[in-house]
């Protein structure tokens, strides 16, 4: 499934329900209950970015203790695809890398009931319960809701509400109905900025580099991948400042797409590059998100997320923005002219 949308206006400019309608007349776009996975992971990343969280703050990319004791009194002990773990690392890295201990553990410190109402300004409505495993997407949203959720990102903070009639005319070209564009406000520019830059390390460096940014598509861009667990949805949901579009791959039993690695950043991102390359071939590329100027930037030690000094190893060392009093204003204690041997943080 496929929907691409106008970010200003809603406007849809291309859907896709399904392989062929002949076949099955099901649009899995707008009526599918699909797990959205690690897609649903920014709204957790706003939540702590509209709480004053820097996207430079240390969160724990390790094992929950205790696990999380579910309804059915079993444990419920996620892990990452790659079962591995990272560790301390800053929020930024954490989203671009879709980490899901940091993230669950993040959503978590804010409350799920926190993270829930931050999706429904987006625009999510199907209902969400609220359990830790909503922060990594583990409850079914239909497509076309979490992809015009992300044109909020895209305009910096307005969300428009998808429209399928452009307008109705008459046989000489008279309008004769034409919808409103229902747009509402969901952030301020200088914290969704923040957010957009973070989505945009995902292509830069982080889970669909190989299948967007190191395939040639260099147009500023933005986004994220999803997969679900044993593999059963695959997604990737991107954007330019003008264009939003978003992909879906599964079968309509829930059974696996591939045996192995059939991430979206594997098997959806590809596709999205070449949607988008196709789209961007007809019309101009888009200008860059404009920073808005009230932001700040440090140089923070990645390691500790303390303000970097001469004497932090220059692989830790990052420059980053910051909405003005959520800059670190600390010098890094932990790295000393004599090695990395002073204060732990």
Known sequence: ALVALEANTGYIRAMIGGRDFDDSKYNRATQAIRQPGSTFKPFVYSAAVRA?????????????????????????QPKDDDDTTLGMIPMREALYLSRNLATIKLGMSLGQETVIGEARRYGITTPLPAYPSIHIGAKGVRPIEIIAAYTAFATLGTR?????ILRVEDRQGNILWQPTIRREPVMDPEHTWLMVDMMKDV????????????????LPAAGKTGTTDDYTDAWFIGYTPELVAGIWMGYDLQQRILEHNA????????????????????????PDWVRPDSLITRE???SN???????????VRHWDWFYPGTEPTQACPVHTPFGGIGVSP
């Not at 428009?160 to 399928?164: D, K, L």
């Not at 997320?305 to 692989?315: E, K, L, M, R, S």
């Open 52 to 76: 004053g969280h820097p996207v430079t703050e240390i969160v724990d990319d390790s094992p929950l203790n205790p696990p999380v004791i579910q309804l059915d009194s079993t444990l419920w």
């Open 160 to 164: 428009a509400e998808p429209v399928g």
């Open 203 to 218: 292509i830069r460096r982080g889970t669909a580099f190989s299948a967007v940014w190191k395939a040639g598509f260099t």
């Open 263 to 286: 991430g979206g950043g594997r098997i959806v991102a590809p596709a999205w590059t070449a949607f988008m390359r196709d789209v961007y071939d007809r019309r101009p590329a888009p």
């Open 300 to 302: 923070v030690d990645w």
């Open 305 to 315: 997320g303390y303000v970097a000094t001469p004497f932090c190893p220059q692989d």
